[in-house]
C-alpha cells in the first residue's frame, strides 16, 4: 500500500503552497484533477466554485486510489468536510508536476546580483 507524501497537516510544512492553493482553489482543483485524474479542467473549475466539499472528498478518494492509500470514502468526506484547506494541500503536494503549476517561480536574489557586479 502506498502513503500520502505529507500527512493531511502537511499545510504547516509549505506555507506558501497552502496558501495559493486555497486562494486559488478552482485552479488547484483543476490542476489537481487533471494532472492526478485526467479530467479536463474547466468543468471542475465551474464545480469547484459550486460545491468544494463534495468535490474534494471525491478527488481526494480518486487520489487515493491511484496511489494505492489506504482510507475510505466516509473518511475522504469527514476531512473534507472539517478541513478541506489541509486536504487541498495534502492533494497538491502528492504531485510535484502540481506545485510546479499552482507556485509562482521564485527568484534567486543573490544570481541576480552576482550578473549586476559583473
Known sequence: MGDWNSGLLGCFSNCSLCCFANI????TVGTIADV??????????????????CLLALLRTRVRQKHGIE????????????????????????????CDT??????DMN?????QSS
Open 24 to 27: 486559488l482553489m478552482p485552479l
Open 36 to 53: 492526478e485524474v485526467g479530467a479536463k479542467q474547466p468543468v471542475l473549475w465551474a464545480m469547484a466554485l459550486g460545491a468544494p466539499v
Open 71 to 98: 482510507g475510505s470514502y466516509t473518511g475522504d468526506c469527514c476531512t473534507s468536510i472539517f478541513c478541506s484547506p489541509c486536504v487541498l494541500t495534502q492533494l497538491a503536494l502528492q504531485n510535484p508536476q502540481v
Open 102 to 107: 499552482i507556485l509562482p517561480n521564485e527568484q
Open 111 to 115: 544570481r541576480v546580483a552576482n550578473e
